[in-house]
Structure formats: C-alpha cells, structure tokens
T-cell receptor
C-alpha cells in the first residue's frame, strides 16, 4: 500500500528564516495531496490541497511544490514567524476512503 | 454553522471502564472517520464509514467499536479502556477530497 515518509520530524528555525518540510510517497497513482497545520491542543487545519497537475502552489506565506517524477511534496514557509510554530502533516489521497498521513513535523520558530 | 462537532473535549477515566465519544457533521458529507493521534502526534485511521457502511477497519483492538445511526453521526465506543488508549481521537468527514476534522476528544486513562 501507499507509504508516506515525512522529514524532518523536528525543525527549529529563527524568525524570518525559511522552513522546508518534505514528504515522499510511493503510489504513482496518488493525485491529491494535502498539507495540514496543527497548533497545540487544536485540530488539523487545512493549509492547501494540491491536485497532481499543479506543480507550484502559492499560499499566504508559503509555497507547496509537487515533483511527480520524484514523488515528492514539499512545504516551504518563506519567512517563518512564531505563529507558524506547530505540527505540520502531509497527506496523500489515493482513493475515496483512504488518506495516508505523514508522521508529522514539529516546527519551532525562535523569535 | 457547518462543521464537525465532537463531544466531549476531554475525558478522564479508569482502566476497564467503558467510554463513548460522539461525532456529528453538518456538512452533508458522505463519509466519516475516526483517527487516533498518540502522544507523538502520529495519526492512524481507525474506522471509515460511508452511508452507514463500514469501509475501513484498520485492525484496531476489538474493544473499539464504531456506531452510526445515520451518515451525519459516527460515535466511538471503547468497551474496556486500557492505558495505551490514552490519546486524542479525531473525527473527520469528507466528500471527495474535501476533508474536515473535528476538534478532537482527548482521552486520559488512569
């Protein structure tokens, strides 16, 4: 079945620096990809949903890149601020009833 | 307000007790899920229900059982809780690729 590897598990950056989180997946038939943010004690908040035909997706303060050839999905926070400190999860959707989550990245942005 | 609603937010109980968590979605979605999130934040799917039919049961212990009265409700019962059941239980619903998560029920087993 589909495997999703997320790296790094922990990431500390200084305010203003960029932060990059990467996921690799195995199923070439995967065609929807998600990034979620989870603040402490809160639920998962959808940051972006990416369809497989779109390689670069711009959000507010972040960019999501999809490399289908390498089966890699990345989240790039361009200028991190303390409010970005949270756990981030990638997720890969291959059929209607199964979404596979990465193991998460704990991001800590130092002021 | 349309969302996924979970109750209770927190629950503390002793080993061996029975607990039940409720989940309701007002989004008109067709599929609902229960996920378990452990202390390391790992997310694991437990159950998936589509129009009251169980779709996925990821080999969770038999003391866990989902209960659905209609496609807007999916409850979770744990017959005899164990210490390793301490976790956050997240309910979600979806239509196609659009997923919405509830705020979670945090269970502590002492």
């Amino acid at each position: 079945g589909e495997q999703v590897e997320q790296r790094p598990p922990h990431l500390s950056v200084r305010e203003g620096d960029s932060a990059v989180i990467t996921c690799t997946y195995t199923d070439p038939n995967s065609y929807y990809f998600f990034w979620y943010k989870q603040e402490p004690g809160a639920s998962l908040q959808l940051l972006m949903k990416v369809f497989s035909s779109t390689e670069i997706n711009e959000g507010q303060g972040f960019t999501v890149l999809l490399n289908k050839k390498d089966k890699r999905l990345s989240l790039n926070l361009t200028a991190a601020h303390p409010g970005d400190s949270a756990a981030y999860f990638c997720a890969v959707w291959t059929n209607a009833y199964k979404v596979i989550f990465g193991k998460g990245t704990h991001l800590h942005v130092l002021p | 307000e349309t969302a996924v609603f979970q109750t209770p937010n927190y629950h503390v109980t002793q080993v061996g007790n029975e607990v039940s968590f409720n989940c309701k979605q007002t989004l008109g979605h067709d599929t609902m899920y229960w996920y378990k999130q452990d202390s390391k934040k790992l997310l694991k799917i437990m159950f998936s229900y589509n129009n009251k039919q169980l779709i996925v049961n990821e080999t969770v212990p038999r003391r866990f059982s989902p209960q659905s009265s209609d496609k807007a409700h999916l409850n979770l019962r744990i017959k005899s809780v164990e210490p390793e059941d301490s976790a956050v239980y997240l309910c979600a619903s979806s239509r196609g690729q659009d997923y919405t998560f509830g705020s979670g029920t945090r269970l502590l087993v002492i």
